[in-house]
């Protein structure tokens, strides 16, 4: 079956950095799409990045000039580079991946920035 599994969230000061982990397993990871979300408490998930089997990334505004979405599909895994982190990241990010057959979502991973 489908599995995500995101690691690499914590607690940052703004300004500071976190990469973000998703290994994925259970379907042919270099054949499709590949997305993070975010939650912030109170609020809607929102779409952070997405990243095509090509590599044709995009990004919210928010978040355009400091995160960077890559993959390795060597090793079935989906990165989010975060920078310049500021405290309206705090958030659970989440994995996302949807073959045609379904839409499937990592268990996320808690970021907080904050001094």
């Known amino acids: 079956q489908v599995q995500l599994v995101e690691s690499g969230g914590g607690l940052v000061q703004p300004g500071g950095s976190l990469r973000l982990s998703c290994a994925a397993s259970?379907?042919?990871?270099?054949?499709?799409?590949m997305s993070w979300y975010r939650q912030a408490p109170g609020k809607e998930r929102e779409l952070v990045a997405d990243?095509?089997?090509?590599?044709?990334?995009k990004y919210a505004d928010s978040v355009k000039g400091r995160f960077t979405i890559s993959r390795d599909n060597a090793k079935n895994t989906v990165y989010l580079q975060m920078n310049s982190l500021k405290p309206e990241d705090t958030a659970v990010y989440y994995c996302?991946?949807?073959?045609?057959?379904?839409?499937?979502w990592g268990q996320g991973t808690q970021v907080t920035v904050s001094s």
């Open positions: 990243i095509t089997s090509g590599g044709r990334t």
């Open positions: 259970g379907f042919t990871f270099s054949s499709y799409a």
């Open positions: 996302y991946a949807s073959p045609p057959w379904g839409g499937y």
